[in-house]
């Protein structure tokens, strides 16, 4: 399958490398000179243009591309690259990235997109189909890693309900990065007061696991 990625930035660079290693063929696209990192993914094809000009599409030969993902930190040049890519070029699959939530109506196929990729989305719904209340939920690891994303849902008899995202004693190689409450994901900050239904989601490696489990009072 052949992959042209619009945006090399660290979320592009990082699609790259894993579509690479399922063997597949990758271009990443991008305007920046500064963004061209070509050490970082050498398997991969470079070209340095704009990605909303059909003259670069022409250049990437998006005629000969299995799937578009628009992958920029611009969500205006993410639904130009979509568009271009599903109506002059008739390319077969789109993906493209979402970075503001509330930007996420336009999302859709009028916009050529096929499948668009929220990361509050996806945190919930990762959340909702596989957290148990007051047990520790591996829901993936990285492959490049041995890091690991985990969920806790507080349990009312939590230690830590009641408690500031800054007074928790985290385990040196754990870190909050998200709360989810209700259908509204947070970015934590210090003074954020945990309450019972609380989803948290922690990035940490195997071994901070059972210091985070005793902290948050899981089994």
């Known amino acids: 399958m052949r992959v042209v990625i619009a945006g090399a930035g660290i979320v592009g660079r990082s699609i790259a490398r894993e579509l690479l290693a399922n063997s597949h063929r990758v ?19 470079w070209l340095l243009a704009d990605a909303c000009e059909i003259s670069s599409l022409d250049e990437a030969e998006l005629t000969d591309c299995d799937v578009v993902v628009a992958a920029t930190g611009d969500d205006k040049a993410n639904l130009v690259v ?20 509330k930007n996420e109506w336009l999302f859709d196929e009028a916009w050529g997109v096929d499948v668009a990729v929220s990361t509050p989305r996806l945190m919930t719904a990762l959340v909702e189909e596989a957290v148990s209340v007051g047990e520790l939920v591996r829901l993936f ?15 009312p008899a939590s230690p830590v309900v009641g408690r500031t995202v ?19 994901p947070i970015a934590p900050t210090p003074d954020d007061v945990l309450e019972a239904g609380d989803h948290l989601m922690f990035l940490s490696v195997p071994d901070a696991e059972a210091e985070l489990r005793s902290l948050l009072g899981a089994p």
């Open 27 to 45: 271009l990443l696209v991008d305007r920046s000179p500064a963004a061209m990192k070509i050490s970082s993914v050498p398997d991969a094809q």
């Open 82 to 101: 979509s568009l271009l890519a599903k109506t002059e070029y008739g390319v077969p699959r789109t993906v493209a990235r979402v970075n503001n939530p």
């Open 141 to 155: 690891t990285f492959q490049q890693s041995s890091t690991s994303m985990a969920e806790y849902t507080l349990d």
């Open 166 to 184: 800054g007074g928790l004693p985290l385990p040196a190689d754990a870190v909050l990065v998200a709360i989810v409450r209700g259908d509204r």
